[in-house]
């Protein structure tokens, strides 16, 4: 079955100091010929050109929270979009205080964005935030030492699919195709009435993404983050290290994978790794011992859904 | 003769789009054990540790004004050096809005920076904004968009020194020899002058370099900035695009070729290319055209004065 991309590309996989070139936070995703970049940690712009990802095509911007190593990129991407002539609406979904920054870091540089930004600003709940032709977007709010969400990103359901051997045994007319597709029964010339069910076969379930990015383990996950095709969640320390994740509202291995477990999700991600670590085997390891299908975060990686 | 380090490492040399791997501005500079980083592009933190420099003992950072590709990589270095426990005192000589810039940018992250910074804000004059025991620092006002400084750093002058077999020829008394060494006659134990000029040799002519970027070409160059044993210079743009330079208040490789000749300057190095020049070559032929002894800034390169 022909599935359109839904691909996640990881830009920057360390914690607050970038170290070992690793980068701080940003993932860009496609879905089906829409683009997201999720979190804009400093250097994101390099990242985007050294993969050469089409980032002058950005739909919507997601922003966790406000903690540099998810934002610092930030500036330095909008006015290169700027530089670079884009005409287009961008869409930053992110907390209410980012337009401050942007607003007082671009009047003092005398900075002018050419194109139109609309804000949409994130609060504390569970909700349907952003949705467009091709997919949903809600946020999870997460448990954080700032306001922080996490992110669903889900596909739109496709239509149906009509049988094509169906459409002469049954005479289906043309103009009865797009009821049929969009899950109605129909009627052939002579008034006839074609369950859909005989000649349509259903649309692949929506594929499903969830972002966790920076949090301490949630107690309720609710239902929208269920059954993921893949979470990423944030594996600041290891489990040696979980006075540490407690102390700054972060996750463990173990916390990351139980998570995994409790969402049903079909494989798991990992990353935001301390600078302590320069070596990742041992967070892998730890992880996978609990929730088998895990794979490292690494730059320039690319997952599909 | 011995001469103590001073010598300016390339961080980055793009204008305002970073490309083909050219990072945005930024220069770290160690002068006889002290560091200055002069103006902090995005990534400037990442080039720092590329290039194992020791930016945890930068004690000074200047920044020329306040466009993002001079600036959007300060909050980040801020926050990994009070991450890195820095305790000392940092000095930044910039602009004043830049502290707003970043006390915006701090309230709303929630980051503390745990160690003391003193901002001494440039001002439209040539003055000497700042001295220590080894090198003194001028702002020279340049021709762009918004206010911007270049900087002259000038090592001090060291101590005379005394030459060795004059010591026992004249009895020097070792509690006189300060007084030689500051460049004051002397007297033996008898009450005899020594003259200065017979048993000392006077120290090497203080080093100065100079940093010009962003700017159109001056008409009146101050003397301060003159005999400088290195001028680095912008030349963001081809002679060809001299309509471009004048526009945005930039400069040629032509300007910058007839800056370094009008100041005397011992050598030129050219960078802050634009990025409609891939390839780098014509920016140097042009420049050396003019000026011969020019070199290309580019990433990771260092140059000793």
Do not use: W
């Not at 070139?21 to 250097?43: A, H, K, M, W």
């Not at 190593?69 to 205080?97: C, M, N, V, W, Y």
């Not at 992880?287 to 859904?305: D, R």
């Amino acid at each position: 079955m022909f599935l359109p991309p839904f691909e996640i590309h990881i830009l920057g996989t360390s914690s607050a100091i970038p170290a070992f070139d690793r980068y701080p936070t940003s993932q860009f995703i496609q879905v089906n010929g829409s683009y997201i970049l999720v979190d804009c940690g400093e250097g994101t712009q390099m990242q985007l050109r050294k993969y050469h990802l089409p980032f002058a095509r950005i739909d919507v911007i997601l922003i966790s929270h406000l903690h540099g190593d998810h934002i610092f990129g930030l500036p330095g991407l909008l006015t290169s979009l700027s530089l670079l002539q884009r005409q287009k609406e961008l869409i930053i979904i992110a907390p209410p205080a980012l337009s401050e920054i942007l607003n007082t870091i671009f009047k003092h540089s005398e900075a002018k964005i050419n194109y139109p930004i609309q804000f949409i600003f994130t609060n504390q709940k569970v909700e349907k935030i952003f949705e467009n032709e091709k997919f949903s977007i809600y946020t999870i709010p997460l448990k954080h030492r700032v306001p922080t969400t996490g992110f669903v990103i889900q596909e739109k359901e496709q239509d149906r699919k009509i049988i094509k051997e169906k459409i002469k045994e049954y005479n289906i007319p043309i103009h009865q195709f797009n009821k049929l597709k969009k899950g109605f029964d129909a009627e052939d010339e002579n008034g006839n009435i074609i369950k859909n069910e005989i000649v349509t076969t259903p649309p692949p379930i929506p594929r499903k993404y969830v972002y966790f990015s920076d949090t301490a383990p949630l107690k309720n996950l609710p239902e929208i983050t269920k059954n993921a095709n893949i979470l990423y969640h944030e594996t600041t320390f290891k489990k040696e290290h979980q006075n540490l994740a407690e102390l700054t509202l972060h996750s463990t291995t173990i916390d990351a994978a139980n998570t995994a477990i409790q969402m049903n999700a079909q494989k798991l991600i990992i990353g935001h790794y301390s600078s302590r670590y320069e070596k990742l085997d041992d967070l892998l390891t730890e992880t996978k011992s609990i929730f088998e299908n895990t794979e490292l975060a690494t730059e320039g990686k690319k997952f599909s859904l």
